[in-house]
């Protein structure tokens, strides 16, 4: 698979930004808003803020071969080099792009798993379709209650499917679980059952399974040996942070016409149905 012309020439120029510490330059070659991966992990950020990271990070990047993986979608191995260093450090970046600009850019440190997530990126980009709502009209005959699980409907169903893309969105969902438990003293596979709402043989096996993939490991618990803790990997914690990003990307793809307050408003929301959730769940056991 070639490189498309308008990709490669996107890509190009996001790195001659960078390295040549041109804000003006790294504005124009970034979507707004643009996801990026960080030490606090993915998110959105405006071209005035991608603009400001390339003037204070000071890094160089050299392309060093392509990889491209889908519509759009092309992972670059690069040499990273950052102030003060002296030699290059290897690492890969997933670009996606949209039309001549770059609209997502996130680093990984190295071509395997940053391939893993671009095929992921790729394979669930192929699914999506829209909701179809009556008359073409999102808001026809649906109130919020019927948008909300109408919106969940849609999304659950890219991973209720057969095949290795539904093997790891379980994957994801119990690294995900045993990751939101971990303030506990051991997480057991009960405990992974109760979080994701399985009995405990589904829960069982899908612990079973990111064992095998290396996300998970089981160990005899601290407080009965009898029992099995389970305790997330660093590939486990790879693969949730490559997790984050493509939820991040999918964010921003869905919402390139809203402002950041309204990006903002709607985060508070989710949150705020999200703290309800938890506590109707609470108040019905």
Known sequence: MGIPERTGAAVARWHAAVND???????LAVCDPIVVNGPKGAGS?????????????GIE?????????????????????????????????????TGDRVSAALRF?????????ARLHAELAATETPPR????????????GQALFQFVRHWSRRWN????????????QVTEAVHALRGRPQVTVNDVAAELAVD?????????????????????????????????TDTGLALLEAAHSWQESVFASLTPDWTEAERAEFHRAMLRLLGRSAELLTEGR
Do not use: N
């Open 161 to 172: 499917t057969d095949g290795a893309l539904a093997e790891r969105g379980r994957d994801v």
């Open 45 to 57: 950020i405006t071209p005035d803020e991608f603009a400001d990271w390339v003037m204070r990070s």
């Open 109 to 117: 440190p190295d071509p395997h798993t940053a391939l893993e997530f």
């Open 200 to 232: 405990q043989s589904g829960a069982s096996r899908m612990v079973a399974h990111a064992v095998e993939r290396g996300y998970l490991a089981t160990h005899p618990a601290p407080a009965d040996a009898r029992c099995r803790a389970v305790s997330l």
């Open 133 to 144: 709502t009556p008359h073409g009209d999102p808001a026809a005959g649906a109130g919020a």
């Open 21 to 27: 510490k041109d804000p003006a330059a790294a504005r």
């Open 61 to 97: 990047l050299r392309a060093r071969s392509w990889h491209p993986v889908g519509d759009g979608v092309t992972v670059v191995e690069q040499d990273a080099r950052w102030p003060g260093d002296t030699g290059w450090t290897p690492v890969a970046t997933v670009f996606r792009t």
